[in-house]
């Protein structure tokens, strides 16, 4: 499988999508709360993002997404 990355990051909201190369299809998007969270821990790299080398592409988009599914594992709080 291969996968495209589109990121709209100089937006008053910006995103980040995971898209299936062959169908078009979203499979993983990240909106502000996430991209801040990248941005603040060092893992959001935006010459990797705009790289057409097909190794750091790969990376990156492995590294999207496991923060996708550790965000989604992450235990929510509730408030009683």
Not at 37 to 66: A, H, T, W, Y
Request: hydrophobic residues 40%; aromatic residues 8%.
């Amino acid at each position: 499988m291969t996968y495209l990355i589109d990121a709209w990051l100089d937006r008053p909201h910006p995103y980040l999508r995971i898209l299936h190369r062959e169908t078009g299809e979203v499979c993983a998007v990240l909106h502000e709360d996430a991209l801040d969270e990248l941005r603040d821990q060092g893992d959001l790299d935006v010459i990797s993002l705009s790289s057409c080398e097909p190794g750091i592409q790969k990376e990156m988009v492995r590294n999207l997404f496991l923060f996708c599914y550790a965000r989604a594992l992450r235990p929510t709080l509730e408030l009683h």
